[in-house]
């Protein structure tokens, strides 16, 4: 009888012991050295917990932001992230590969790269950023008026909306004087004398700053 009683006992310890084992391999999740918890992929890599999220949200949304049409920076005109003097390697990295354009020149130009997904065509010179023509309409025309610090000119006669920042000399022009197609495009570029001297002469008037803007 004690025998029995023995052997029984020892059968119990057995199956509990098992059982223990077999919890611990079934536990997915797991501690590395830095007690940062991790989850098993089934290739075999570990992922951290914080990073599998963040890599979730970006393939659930699928939108990835993209500047505005016109901002200010440090008293910079920014035309869809880009300002004077950036280099072409600063537009690939937000619009991707452009296309090259063969045309004539507009503005100081040798180069012009173009981008279809916004209608942005961007002149450089020695790879310097000197010129950018957009695509725009009234409604973009009613943005950068809310947006902008600086002066603002118009010309009544040629409709067209002169931005003009003095710390620099920047000038971004709203209208449909220079546009192949007859529709209304940005243009951003230095100011020079012509631009001056129409100011001078009265030709292009100031608009008045609506006052609580």
Not at 39 to 63: P, S, Y
Not at 93 to 106: F, Q, R, Y
Not at 117 to 126: L, S
């Amino acid at each position: 009888m004690k025998r029995w009683l023995c052997i029984s006992v020892i059968v119990l310890i057995f199956f509990m012991i098992a059982g223990c084992s077999d919890n611990k391999s079934s536990d997915p999740v797991i501690k590395d050295e830095d007690n940062q918890s991790t989850v098993e992929v089934d290739d075999g890599k570990e992922l951290d917990e914080q990073d599998q999220h963040e890599e979730g949200a970006e393939q659930t949304t699928g939108i990835v932001k993209k500047p505005l049409v016109f901002d200010m920076e440090d008293g910079n005109l920014v035309v869809y992230g880009l300002i004077l003097g950036d280099a072409p390697s600063d537009a690939k990295a937000i619009w991707g590969e452009p296309e090259i354009l063969d045309e004539e020149p507009m503005g100081d130009a040798d180069t012009y790269h173009y981008y279809p997904a916004v209608g942005m065509t961007v002149g450089y010179y020695d790879d310097t950023l000197t010129f950018i023509a957009v695509d725009a309409d009234e409604e973009d025309l009613q943005k950068i008026t809310a947006t902008f610090k600086g002066d603002h000119y118009r010309n009544p006669e040629g409709d067209a909306d002169y931005f003009f920042s003095p710390e620099n000399g920047q000038l971004l022009i709203y209208g449909t004087a220079n546009s192949i197609d007859g529709d209304p495009e940005l243009r951003l570029l230095m100011s020079d004398e012509n631009f001056f001297y129409y100011v001078d002469e009265g030709i292009y008037e100031k608009v008045e700053e609506v006052p609580g803007r």
